[in-house]
């Protein structure tokens, strides 16, 4: 066999070897590139939809769970409360009672204007807790008659100690406090009687 035989024959191997080197290397740079496309699991959590079992939700007590980075409060009314909602003293002390004015925007449509719940749920509230004035926490409040919020005036509700702010147990603003509009409602349905699904409007029929 000649020598420029043998030098051809070590040429094409070394072109093959090469070309597969090639190829594996695209490989390992393609894969993390590939994978920078697809949510991380914290990503997906961070927006997706929520389930809460209210089963076991008694009059006066409050869930809290996150969604979107944001609390966001499951309580239950009782009758009482519910009463004190649709009061002529309570109304008049609030900024926006029905969700008309600066508030459109901070609810859906579907739920209603008094308690801000979905229509037969009424006594179930779902409320994103985050003040609208400069983004504290509120304090749940329930008791009324609380003598530090305006004693008889107080119907139960939340307050904002940071500068203030006071929204009854609806989540709407009280008038002469600092935040400007009604706390936010957020999408949310019932998948069953005990369960809800925040993150999600109601499906339409």
């Given at each position: 066999?000649s020598?420029q035989?043998?030098d051809?024959?070590?040429r094409r191997f070394?072109?093959?070897a090469t070309?597969v080197v ?7 740079v ?7 496309w697809?949510?991380?699991a914290?990503?997906?959590a961070a927006?997706?939809p929520i ?5 076991k939700l008694?009059?006066g ?5 996150l ?15 519910l ?10 002390s609030l900024?926006?009672?029905?969700g008309?004015?600066n508030?459109?925007?901070q609810?859906?449509?579907y739920?209603?204007?008094n308690?801000?719940?979905?229509k037969?749920?009424?006594?179930v509230a ?11 926490s ?12 305006g ?6 509700g939340?307050?904002?100690p ?6 009854d147990l609806?989540?709407r603003v009280?008038?002469g ?5 009604n ?10 009687d005990?369960?809800?699904r925040i993150?999600v409007d109601?499906?339409?029929?």
């Amino acid at each position: 066999m000649s020598e420029q035989t043998i030098d051809l024959k070590k040429r094409r191997f070394l072109t093959k070897a090469t070309s597969v080197v090639g190829a594996v290397g695209v490989g390992f740079v393609a894969w993390p590139f590939l994978s920078t496309w697809k949510p991380s699991a914290k990503t997906k959590a961070a927006g997706a939809p929520i389930d809460i079992d209210i089963s076991k939700l008694e009059a006066g007590q409050l869930v809290r769970v996150l969604w979107r980075k944001k609390p966001v409060w499951i309580f239950m009314r009782d009758e009482k409360a519910l009463d004190a909602l649709n009061s002529d003293g309570l109304i008049k002390s609030l900024d926006d009672p029905d969700g008309t004015g600066n508030s459109k925007n901070q609810q859906p449509s579907y739920v209603t204007s008094n308690f801000r719940s979905i229509k037969n749920k009424e006594s179930v509230a779902v409320i994103v807790g985050v003040c609208t004035h400069l983004g504290c926490s509120p304090t749940y409040r329930p008791e009324p008659g609380a003598a530090d919020l305006g004693g008889d005036s107080w119907k139960g509700g939340f307050y904002c100690p940071c500068h203030g702010s006071k929204f009854d147990l609806a989540g709407r603003v009280y008038a002469g406090v600092p935040a400007p509009t009604n706390l936010v409602i957020p999408p949310y349905r019932y998948v069953s009687d005990s369960l809800i699904r925040i993150g999600v409007d109601p499906e339409i029929t």
